[in-house]
């Protein structure tokens, strides 16, 4: 059984949030990591970020991006709530973070092509920084 077909199960199967398998898993662009695609979100999995799922408008955002070729690179976790409320997903190349009253936005750690950049270093809070700046 494949890494990702792992985490699908962990996620509840046809049955949790990403619904039905809509491909077979594949290989991404650069013949390194893999991604399967689901009614309602994706899981990718990278040799050095193990499998990750990224839906809804963090999704949206992620695509925006050009997935894991763009600048954020590969999910490192899988969607999470911030404690204020919102929810965020942590890449390779920084955050996508939601929050009801700004909707979705990226944070990058080099400042190309973000909505927002963000020293990381400074930020204090949680692992990834004072993310209630973003309310």
């Known amino acids: 059984m494949s890494n990702i077909n792992r985490k699908y199960l962990e996620l509840g199967g046809e049955r949790g949030f990403l619904g039905r398998p809509i491909s077979a898993e594949r290989w991404c662009r650069d013949h390194t990591g893999r991604k399967r695609s689901y009614e309602h979100g994706h899981i990718f999995w990278h040799p050095g970020t193990g499998a990750h799922e990224v ?61 927002r950049i963000v020293n990381f270093k400074r930020l204090g809070n949680t692992p990834y920084g004072d993310l209630t700046l973003f309310y």
């Open 55 to 115: 839906h809804g408008a963090i999704m949206a955002k992620y695509k925006s991006w050009d997935w894991e070729y763009g600048v954020l690179g590969y999910p490192m976790t899988d969607e999470q709530d911030l404690p204020y409320g919102g929810r965020f997903n942590r890449f390779q190349g920084g955050l996508i973070v939601w929050t009801p009253q700004r909707g979705a936005h990226g944070i990058g750690e080099d400042g190309i092509n973000v909505d």
